[in-house]
């Protein structure tokens, strides 16, 4: 069940169980309307809360009052009257009056709402109209009083007919009413809001909690589905290591002559063990990035050295494909700081596919240049940018003339086993798993990597390495 601002329930709340006046209605409007009706009737008045809290007053002080309390067995008198008038039941029906030791009079009155007692109002003390002194019994009560000074003050004291006094209890009960209605309802509608408003919140705590669990769940399985992973490229490693080595040996007649088809066959079972080892050796790669177990070797680089490394190893795969391999390197690059083998893997990587992408008599080219890491860079959760300084950087761009890709896959080509789904994709074969290797690679030089298009055709993907090794802390 929903539990509203007090800790009641909803029900509760609405239903109006246990209706407290000082839950009802303003202190401040509660106070302007007891003094409003004080100064047109000039009769002291109280309200009090059903638990006899005292909730507005509004009275001047009565000097015979003033004066009785300086005397000990009449503020004894006094205190003992106020206590009763505090607790006497007032009925339901205009109320009830009750005699001070004065002679004054009170009238209790009960505040009531939607039938139920919420409080009461005190009326007076009040001399009645028609009594001139006050009764002999004042002048017994305590033997230090004086006669003369109390009549005195008797004749200053509020004076009202009990009509009067009657009809400011109905005047006021009406106003009551008024304010009691339109503070239940506002305190009604604030109510059922907060409530709607905590079961919303649990709701979304219950939603929370669920997503939590299954994230967790998700991480375990890729955790469980990282580790298969290692151990079968492992496994699967040392059998295929013999079935090249052999196989290499059939080809070089170690084994005896070979006829033509029969080296033919063997050459096919090298090459397609060989393309199976580059597979198993990128999930093994990929095994090691996610795990974080793969240690980078970083030293001060030669970008001239590593650009020309990267060209010389491609070019003959780009001049069997007809597709022009140039590079470029800005004069006085500062040395970076990183793993050569791992960013030599990066840059191959990059202009392997440029090259398996791009149609005969297209360019690929290989660029190097000063430039600057971004000053925001995404954090893991993705989305929020996290503000870092301007460093410097080096720049390689890879571009090609080739098929190029769309806006909407940059992001995704980065994912390990995503290819882009077009037949002229799927016809270069691959496994998917050379991008998502790249962009950890590059994560772990605090590097970024980004795809941009090629003017006319063909992308550029262009990786940043920042030049000065970070600091730490
Ligand atoms: P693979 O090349 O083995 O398929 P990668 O992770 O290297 O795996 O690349 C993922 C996909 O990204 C490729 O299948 C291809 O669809 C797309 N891609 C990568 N490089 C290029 C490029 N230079 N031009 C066009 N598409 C590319």
Redesign the pocket.
């Known amino acids: 069940m929903p539990v509203g601002a007090t800790g009641r329930s909803l029900d509760e709340l609405t239903l109006g169980h246990d209706m407290r006046l000082e839950e009802l209605v303003d202190r401040e409007a509660l106070a302007e309307m007891t003094r409003s009706v004080y100064d047109l009737f000039k009769v002291p008045l109280r309200i009090f809360s059903s638990d006899g809290k005292l909730l507005a007053d509004a009275a001047e002080p009565i000097a015979l009052y003033g004066y009785l309390n300086t005397l000990r067995s009449a503020r004894v008198a006094l205190h003992d009257i106020a206590g009763i008038v505090k607790s006497l039941d007032p009925g339901s029906e205009g109320g009830i009056v009750h005699p001070c030791v004065t002679g004054a009079l009170y009238r209790i009155v009960a505040i009531e709402y939607d039938s139920r007692r919420i409080g009461r109002m005190v009326l007076g003390p009040f001399v009645p109209d028609n009594m001139q002194t006050p009764p002999r019994s004042l002048f017994d009560l305590d033997p230090e009083i004086e006669i003369e000074r109390t009549i005195q003050l008797f004749a200053e004291a509020p004076h009202a007919s009990e009509e009067r006094v009657l009809y400011m209890g109905q005047h006021l009960s009406r106003m009551l009413d008024l304010i009691l209605f339109s503070g239940h309802r506002s305190l009604l509608t604030s109510n059922m809001h907060l409530a709607s408003v905590r079961e919303s919140f649990r709701e979304l705590e219950d939603k929370n909690s669920k997503l939590q669990q299954a994230y967790d769940r998700l991480k375990e399985l890729d955790r469980l589905k990282s580790n298969f992973l290692a151990t079968v490229s492992h496994e699967l490693r040392t059998p295929l290591t013999s079935i090249i080595g052999y196989s290499e040996m059939l080809v070089e007649n170690l084994a005896g002559d070979l006829t033509d088809e029969q080296r033919e066959f063997v050459q096919t079972i090298r090459d397609k063990g060989e393309q199976l080892l580059q597979l198993i050796k990128g999930l093994l790669d990929l095994g090691k990035l996610e795990s974080g177990t793969m240690s980078l070797r970083k030293n001060y680089l030669d970008v001239p050295r590593l650009v020309r490394d990267v060209v010389a190893t491609m070019a003959p795969t780009a001049r069997k494909k007809d597709v022009e391999l140039v590079h470029d390197v800005e004069a006085g690059l500062p040395q970076i700081w990183g793993d050569a083998e791992r960013l030599r893997q990066v840059l191959l990587?990059l202009t392997e596919?440029?090259i398996?992408?791009t149609p005969a008599r297209g360019k690929v080219s290989i660029s190097a240049a000063l430039g600057a890491m971004d000053a925001a860079k995404p954090d893991d959760a993705g989305g929020i940018v996290i503000l870092s300084a301007r460093r410097t950087a080096v720049e390689f761009r890879v571009s090609?003339t080739?098929?190029?890709?769309p806006q909407g896959e940059r992001d995704r080509?980065f994912d390990a086993f995503?290819?882009?789904d077009s037949s002229s994709?799927r016809e270069q074969g691959?496994?998917?798993?050379?991008?998502?290797i790249v962009r950890r690679l590059v994560d772990g030089h605090d590097g970024l990597v980004r795809i941009e298009d090629n003017e006319p055709s063909g992308?550029v993907?262009v990786v940043t390495i920042p030049v000065k090794r970070a600091t730490l802390g």
């Open positions: 990587n596919n440029a398996k992408f090609d080739g098929i190029g890709i080509v995503y290819q882009v994709t691959g496994t998917g798993l050379g991008l998502s992308s993907f």
